[in-house]
């Protein structure tokens, strides 16, 4: 356990110190530079290599109140992998990725947002954002190589996403700085569907 902790804090320093080389956020709260400057796929690149059968967490939350549970099982082969970042205050997740290769790399900044996360199967992968106060994401993904990524900016959204079968993705941008964030479920049964979904402004 001393060893994996050190591999985690060594990979995420490195990690941190080669952003360091590139510029730096220019946001106005502390918690939208610290999403900024860390980034999704920065703390999923400090991760294990993928050759690696131990499952593998990465935490990292500031802020008061914020919880978190991660919970990972495999019976062997690749292993499941998470990076996860809440900054601000009174943020939860709960993640739980059941079966091999399984992959999610997620960032909640802002109050109050709920996100829970499951994946059962082979090779699935999470990539989220969200950013703003008082949203709630359910994600549930069960076959293999299915992908799911959001960037939701904005408040009180409220999304259901399921996608069952394999090789399905989606991909989920919601923007509004005026109004609530739409909200809304979406299913998906079956192999091989693509569906992206864009609301708003979209950031790069």
Do not use: C, W
């Not at 690149?45 to 990465?58: G, V």
């Not at 996860?84 to 999610?104: D, H, K, M, P, R």
């Not at 008082?134 to 900016?153: A, F, H, I, M, R």
């Amino acid at each position: 356990m001393k060893a994996l902790l050190l591999f985690l804090a060594a990979g995420l320093g490195g990690a941190l110190g080669a952003h360091a080389q590139a510029s730096t956020s220019q946001a106005a709260t502390a918690e939208q530079r610290l999403a900024e400057d860390l980034g999704v796929d920065r703390l999923r690149a400090a991760l294990m290599p993928t050759s690696e059968t131990r499952n593998a967490a990465l935490l990292l939350q500031t802020g008061v109140g914020n919880t978190a549970t991660i919970g990972q099982v495999s019976a062997g082969g690749p292993a499941n992998q998470a990076a996860i970042v809440q900054a601000g205050n009174a943020n939860a997740l709960l993640l739980s990725q059941l079966g091999t290769g399984n992959q999610t790399g997620f960032l909640q900044t802002g109050d109050a947002n709920q996100a829970t996360l499951h994946q059962n199967g082979t090779a699935n992968t999470i990539a989220g954002q969200v950013t703003g106060n008082d949203n709630s994401l359910e994600v549930n993904q069960q076959g293999s190589s299915n992908q799911y990524s959001t960037q939701l900016t904005g408040n009180q959204g409220r999304y259901t996403i399921e996608q069952l079968g394999n090789n399905n993705s989606l991909t989920q941008r919601e923007t509004s700085t005026s109004m609530p964030l739409p909200g809304y479920d979406v299913k998906m049964e079956g192999s091989n569907m693509r569906l992206t979904i864009e609301q708003g402004k979209v950031f790069p």
